[in-house]
C-alpha cells in the first residue's frame, strides 16, 4: 500500500485545512485509515481513525468537535478536515492504513503502511 499525503500548509490560528490521502492500494475501501501528527521534538500521537465499514471513527481528544475524518471509496482516498486551528496543532500530519481485520485503534502499531507526512503550520 502506497500512501500519498498533500494538503498542507501555512494558516492563521482559527482557519481551516483540509489534508488529503491517496491509496494506491485495490484494497483501499477495506482498509482501516488513520491520521497521525508529529510536532519538533514530540513523539507522534494519534489524531483521528475511520473503520472500512464506515461505522467507527475515533478522535483524540484535543481535535474532537475541530477536525474530521472522511473517506471516499471511489477515489481511494481519506480526508481530515481541520478546522479552528491552533497553534499546538502544528505537525507533520501523516496518514495510515490497516488492511488486515482488526478493532479500530488509536495506537501506532495497529497501523501497517504510512505515508511521507505533510507540514501542517498554524501561525498565531
Known amino acids: 500500500v502506497q500512501l500519498q499525503a498533500s494538503g498542507g500548509g501555512l494558516v492563521q490560528a482559527g482557519g481551516s485545512l483540509r489534508l488529503s490521502c491517496a491509496a494506491s492500494e485495490l484494497f483501499f475501501s477495506r482498509s482501516d485509515m488513520g491520521w497521525f501528527r508529529q510536532a519538533p521534538g514530540k513523539e507522534r500521537e494519534f489524531v483521528a481513525a475511520?473503520?472500512?465499514?464506515?461505522?467507527?471513527?475515533l478522535y483524540a481528544d484535543s481535535v474532537k468537535g475541530r477536525f474530521a475524518i472522511s473517506r471516499d471509496n471511489a477515489k481511494n482516498t481519506v480526508y481530515l478536515q481541520m478546522n479552528s486551528l491552533k497553534a499546538e496543532d502544528t505537525a507533520i500530519y501523516y496518514c495510515a492504513a490497516r488492511t488486515k481485520w482488526g478493532t479500530l485503534s488509536g495506537t501506532i502499531s495497529y497501523f501497517q503502511h504510512w505515508g511521507q507526512g505533510t507540514q501542517v503550520t498554524v501561525s498565531s
Open positions: 475511520d473503520s472500512w465499514g464506515g461505522g467507527v471513527t
